[in-house]
C-alpha cells in the first residue's frame, strides 16, 4: 500500500500541533505542583519552604526539557498527556514531602528529594524513548524479543544474591546500592509484546470458535497464549506474593485480547480461569487467604493483630479519609503518618485526610483524562500495531489505579502496587513516564499529516525534461 494519499477536493480534517495549548497547561501544572509545595510549608511550619527556589526552578528546568523534546521529536503528540502526568507528579512530590516533614528529625528523612531525583531520571528517558523510537511501528518487530525480556524481568527477583524480599513480596533485585522493581520494566515490555501478537493474529483468535449461550468462544487450540499468561500470573501470585502485578498483567492481557478481537468469549474464559485459579491460591496459600480475610472483616484484626495477621495499614487508612471528609483537614493539620507506608501504597488515603473526598475525586479525573487520551489515541491510530499498543499503554495506567484505590477503599483486597506519579517509587515512576512517551509517540504518528501525491494539474504544469546522457561515461 503507498504512504500517500490521493488528491481530492473533499476536504480532509487535519490535526493541529497544539503545542502552544501544552505549554499553557503546562504553566497551570507547575502552578499547581508548586503552590502544593509552598502550602506543605505554610501548613505544617508556617513559612514558605526554604528551598522553594531551587525546587521550583529545577521542577520548571525538568518541565520546560520535556516540552521543548515534545516540539522537537512529536510535534504533532496530544496536548494534554504531558501536563496532567506533570500536574500528578508534582502533587506527589509536595505530599510526599508533606509526609517527610512529620517523621523525627533523627529519621532526617528525604524521599521527597529521592523522588525527585527519580523524577529526573523519568524525563531523562522520557527524551530518550520519543529519540529512540521515531516511530512506534519499529517496536512490532520485537515482539518475541520483549515478551522474552518481560520473562527474565520476572523471574530475576526469585534469583538468589540479587533476588530482595521487602514486605513479604519479593518483587526488588538489588544492584549494588541500587534496588529496583523489574516487574515494571516488564509491564512495559509485556504491553508490547500483547500489541504485536495479537496485531498478527488477530483474524485467527477473532473467527474461529464456537457459539455457546449467546457467547462466542474460542477453540481449544487458540488458548494457549490465554493459558500462559494465567500460568505467569499465578507464578507471580504465589512465588513472589504479589496480588497487584498478578492481577495487573493478567487482566491487561485479557483487555487487550478483547479489544483485538471484539469476542466476549475471551472476557468469559479469562474471567473464569482468573476466578478458578484465585480460589485455588486462597486454599492452598496462607499469605494468599491473610490477603481476603483482613478485606472481608478489617476490623477482626486491628488494633490487635489476631496469629501475626493485622489490618492496621487498611483500617488506618480508613479512618484517614473519613476524618478528612469532603475538604480534608488541610495541609498540617492531618495525622496521616499513623498511616503504615503512606507516602508509598497508601498516599491515597493520605491525601484524602488533608485534602479531602474533592481533591481524591480530582485526582481520579486526571487520572481518567489520561486514559481518555490514550484510548482516544487508539482510535485515530492508522495501524493496528498502534491501536493495540495504545490500548495497552492505557489500560495499563487504568488497571493500575483502580487495583490501589480499589484496594485502600476495601473495594478488592489490597495489593502491593503504587499510585502512578504520585506514589513514592521510583521504578514505578520512570516507567510510567516511559508509557507516556511512547503513547506521545503513537498520537503523533497519528495526528501527523499525510503527505498528499501531486493534483493532476500540477503534473500537467510539469515541464518535461531531456537528459542527454553522456556516451563518453557510460563506456567508461
Known amino acids: 500500500m503507498s504512504g500517500f494519499t490521493p488528491a481530492s477536493s473533499t476536504p480532509v480534517f487535519v490535526h493541529r500541533s497544539r503545542r502552544g495549548a501544552e505549554l499553557v497547561l503546562l504553566i497551570i501544572a507547575l502552578a499547581v505542583g ?3 509545595y509552598v502550602a506543605v510549608g505554610l501548613g505544617v511550619e508556617g513559612k514558605i519552604p526554604v528551598d522553594i527556589v531551587g525546587y521550583g526552578t529545577w521542577l520548571v528546568l525538568l518541565l520546560v526539557a520535556a516540552h521543548i523534546g515534545v516540539r522537537l ?3 504533532y503528540a496530544d496536548p494534554v498527556l504531558l501536563p496532567l502526568v506533570a500536574m500528578l507528579n508534582g502533587v506527589g512530590l509536595a505530599v510526599i514531602h508533606r509526609l517527610d516533614l512529620s517523621r523525627p528529625a533523627a529519621e532526617n528523612a528525604d524521599f521527597a528529594g529521592q523522588q525527585l531525583t527519580w523524577m529526573t531520571l523519568g524525563v531523562v528517558l522520557f527524551l530518550v524513548t520519543l529519540f529512540l ?10 515482539t518475541y524479543t520483549a515478551g522474552f525480556a518481560a520473562v527474565v524481568m520476572l523471574i530475576l527477583p526469585m534469583l538468589p544474591f540479587i533476588g530482595n524480599e521487602i514486605n513479604g513480596a519479593r518483587i526488588w533485585i538489588r544492584l549494588g546500592p541500587v534496588s529496583f ?3 515494571e520494566v516488564a509491564k512495559v515490555l509485556l504491553v508490547i509484546c500483547f500489541a504485536g501478537y495479537l496485531a498478527v493474529h488477530r483474524d485467527a ?4 470458535g464456537r457459539r455457546f449461550a449467546g457467547i462466542d468462544l474460542p477453540r481449544a487450540r487458540d488458548l494457549g497464549p490465554l493459558l500462559m499468561m494465567w500460568a505467569i500470573s499465578l507464578a507471580i501470585l504465589v512465588l513472589q506474593r504479589d496480588l497487584g502485578s498478578s492481577l495487573l498483567f493478567y487482566g491487561l492481557f485479557v483487555v487487550t485480547l478483547y479489544v483485538a478481537t471484539e469476542r466476549k468469549g475471551w472476557i468469559v474464559v479469562g474471567g473464569l480461569l482468573f476466578a478458578g485459579g484465585v480460589f485455588a491460591a486462597i486454599s492452598l496459600f496462607s499469605h494468599v487467604r491473610v490477603r481476603v480475610l483482613t478485606w472481608l472483616n478489617p476490623f477482626d484484626y486491628y488494633p490487635e493483630a489476631v496469629n501475626g495477621t493485622s489490618s492496621e495499614q487498611l483500617v488506618q487508612g480508613l479512618f484517614g479519609m473519613a476524618w478528612g471528609g469532603m475538604i480534608g483537614r488541610g495541609f498540617g493539620s492531618g495525622e496521616p503518618w499513623r498511616i503504615p507506608y503512606a507516602n508509598s501504597d497508601f498516599i491515597i488515603p493520605a491525601i484524602g485526610e488533608e485534602l479531602g473526598l474533592t481533591a481524591i475525586l480530582a485526582l481520579l479525573l486526571c487520572y481518567g483524562l489520561i486514559v481518555e487520551r490514550g484510548l482516544r489515541t487508539a482510535i485515530v491510530a492508522r495501524d493496528d500495531f498502534g491501536k493495540l499498543l495504545s490500548v495497552g499503554l492505557a489500560t495499563s495506567i487504568a488497571l493500575q489505579t483502580f487495583v490501589v484505590v480499589g484496594g485502600v477503599t ?3 483486597p489490597l495489593t502491593g502496587l503504587t499510585t ?5 517509587g521510583g521504578s514505578s515512576l520512570v516507567a510510567n513516564w516511559v508509557i507516556v512517551a511512547l503513547l506521545l509517540r503513537v498520537s503523533d504518528q497519528s495526528r501527523r499529516p499525510l503527505p498528499t501525491a501531486p493534483s493532476d494539474e500540477d503534473l500537467a504544469a510539469e515541464e518535461t525534461q531531456i537528459v542527454k546522457l553522456d556516451k563518453g561515461a557510460l563506456n567508461r
Open 133 to 142: 523510537v521515531p516511530d512506534h511501528r519499529m517496536l512490532q518487530r520485537f
Open 34 to 36: 508548586i503552590g502544593a
Open 73 to 75: 521529536m512529536a510535534p
Open 181 to 183: 522493581q523489574p516487574g
Open 410 to 412: 476495601g473495594l478488592i
Open 420 to 424: 502512578p506519579f504520585l506514589s513514592y
Open 205 to 208: 483468535l477473532a473467527l474461529a
